[in-house]
């Protein structure tokens, strides 16, 4: 995640400067837009093509290629249009995901435009086979950047403040839920409130570093909580969606069906921490004597893979599982391998994520639906989810139990919503369930999906303004109080 620029004055200023671009860098930002635009025009030719010719022709063509040929045009776009939108919007000191967002939504919706061929991106299996990969390995990286022994160092503030900023979303967001939908299912209202809960902890780590403020006590506590928020996020997913699951085949979800769920949940975490410590070492202290290269990254994306499989065999959702691989892997020291892997994970899985992580967002993007939008209903929903979300993560001042931190800081660093969010709202528009006229319906639909990530853009672009102020403002209340 990439952030933020200092005032509105400045923001002014530095985009004019950046955008002051030598011819070179104007040649560059021509030549990537040629090639984005003929990149549309090509897939929309062939996705024409083949819906004019679909008959025995296409069937042999796929049969003799395996793969259909859009399939590649498709991810060449999208990747192009990742990278512009991301160097965009980093360029406009804002992060490179708004602008795969942003860009996925507006690819999304040429067909208000008279633009054809977007339905069948938004149909291709192997296109959603990516961008599912990359999610997983999205969260696969949360995990690893988040060291399970320095959350339990990080002190009783954070856990305080991740709890008081959950609990006031998720009931926020319920509240939400049930005044924009009254008809819907009252577990499709917890799940929208369960997905205000997460804090962006790339998000704010990149503001507060980039205010030269990531030594001070309150990005450590900002950072710490956000950390467990993701844990305790990601099992609320699992709680969540066990429990929509077992609606939606039938069962009846009392005290002892929910703790069912529960104890899978965390039995699952668990399970894989003990793994990770006693066994996982002297499996790839084993693989540390072969020679050839890459068999670190290998084996590392096999083990999230793997977890995640298991994840999604106990019911859970497979990015629990891949969190828990980060997150034991992030324990583990690597002495036994080559000198070519001896470097961080982290850097070594870095190009994988750069090539796969952004179809998981641009597809995001693609998913929405423009058209909610007309609706004063969804724009009051967003708003509202909005609203919320800035409100509830407020109430983590009331966790800060240290002296002498800035707590206005504290609740204004934990807004920011990003990827775990996305995913919540994704997992969403699979599940199903039955409204009060038994009707089954999708959990999240179109137009709660499209408030859902205005809700992600807005307190992103929000949220470098509100922590810049607050530093500020508790730095002349010192100055003037001396």
């Known amino acids: 995640m990439r952030c933020c620029f200092s005032s509105a004055v400045c923001f002014s200023r ?118 599912e990969i990359g999610v997983i390995l999205l969260l696969f990286e949360v995990g690893l950047e988040s060291n399970f022994t320095e959350m339990l160092k990080v ?54 570093r ?31 969606v066990g429990a929509i699951k077992s609606v939606a085949e039938g069962a009846t979800l009392g005290a002892r069906e929910f703790g069912i769920i529960a104890v899978k949940a965390f039995g699952f975490l668990f399970a894989a921490i003990v793994c990770g410590r006693y066994v996982v070492p002297h499996l790839f202290r084993g693989a540390g ?31 629990i599982g891949a969190f828990a691989a980060g997150l034991v892997l992030d324990e583990i020291h690597f002495e036994s391998f080559p000198n070519q892997d001896k470097r961080d994970l982290q850097q070594l899985i870095a190009p994988v994520s750069a090539l796969v992580v952004p179809v998981f967002f641009v597809m995001v993007g693609v998913k929405v639906d ?52 996305l995913i919540f709202a994704g997992i969403g528009t699979t599940l199903l369930l039955p409204n009060a006229q038994g009707v089954s319906e999708a959990v999240i639909d179109a137009g709660t999906f499209g408030a859902i990530v205005g809700m992600v853009i807005i307190t992103t672009l929000v949220t470098p303004f509100a922590l810049e102020w607050s530093f500020k403002r508790r730095a002349g209340t010192e100055t003037f109080e001396q």
């Open 289 to 319: 004597k072969f020679e050839s290269r890459g068999v670190l990254l290998a084996l590392a994306i096999s083990f999230c893979f793997v977890l995640a499989w298991a994840a999604a065999k106990a019911g859970l959702a497979p990015i």
């Open 155 to 208: 002190g009783w503030s954070a856990l305080f403040v991740a709890l008081a900023g959950i609990t006031a979303s998720f009931f926020l967001g319920w509240g939400v839920a049930a005044f924009f939908a009254p008809a819907a299912s009252r577990l499709a209202h917890l799940y929208l409130g369960a997905t205000l809960c997460a804090t962006s902890v790339g998000i704010t780590a990149r503001v507060l």
């Open 14 to 131: 530095r985009c004019k400067s950046r955008m002051n671009l030598c011819p070179a860098a104007r040649r560059a930002w021509f030549g990537a837009a040629v090639i984005t635009v003929s990149l549309c025009a090509a897939q929309t030719s062939w996705a024409a093509s083949v819906v004019e010719n679909k008959g025995v022709a296409s069937g042999v063509e796929a049969a003799a290629h395996g793969l259909d040929p859009l399939v590649l045009l498709s991810v060449a776009l999208i990747l192009v249009i990742a990278k512009v939108g991301g160097e965009i919007f980093e360029r406009l000191h804002q992060p490179a995901v708004l602008g795969e967002l942003i860009g996925g939504i507006v690819v999304g919706n040429l067909t208000l435009v008279g633009v054809g061929g977007v339905e069948l991106l938004k149909a291709n299996e192997v296109i959603a086979a990516l961008a």
């Open 370 to 421: 423009l058209r909610v939008f007309m609706s004063l209903k969804s724009i009051g929903l967003m708003l509202a989810l909005t609203l919320a979300a800035i409100i509830g993560k407020q109430a983590c001042a009331i966790g800060i139990i240290e002296r002498g931190i800035n707590r206005l800081s504290i609740g204004f660093g934990m807004i920011p919503r990003g990827e775990v969010e």
């Open 210 to 240: 980039d205010m030269n403020k990531l030594g001070s006590r309150e990005a450590r506590v900002i950072l710490g909580a956000a950390i467990i928020d993701d844990v305790l996020c990601l099992i609320i997913l699992a709680l969540a």
